[in-house]
């Protein structure tokens, strides 16, 4: 398992689950829930935030944000 704060520009992974509980309450009402496939659609200049696309939308994080988010590559 990885944190989503590692994850480079393009790639495809799936939501495994949470370090933080209440960051994962304000992610599950944005839809960011485990077994959600999602990918990095953006990466700021600096690095920080990152563009995602959850659920059919595009949500903006901080790498603090994301960096509490366990993902899993999604194999295809």
Do not use: H, T
Not at 6 to 14: F, P
Not at 19 to 43: A, H, S, T, W
């Amino acid at each position: 398992m990885k944190r989503l704060s590692q994850i480079k520009q393009g790639k495809l992974v799936r939501i495994v689950s949470f370090e933080d509980n209440d960051l994962f309450i304000k992610l599950m009402e944005m839809g960011c829930l485990p077994g959600e496939n999602i990918r990095i659609e953006q990466v700021a200049p600096l690095g920080d935030p990152i563009s995602i696309s959850v659920a059919g939308y595009s949500l903006s994080l901080r790498l603090s944000e994301a960096n509490n988010i366990f993902v899993e590559d999604i194999y295809q």
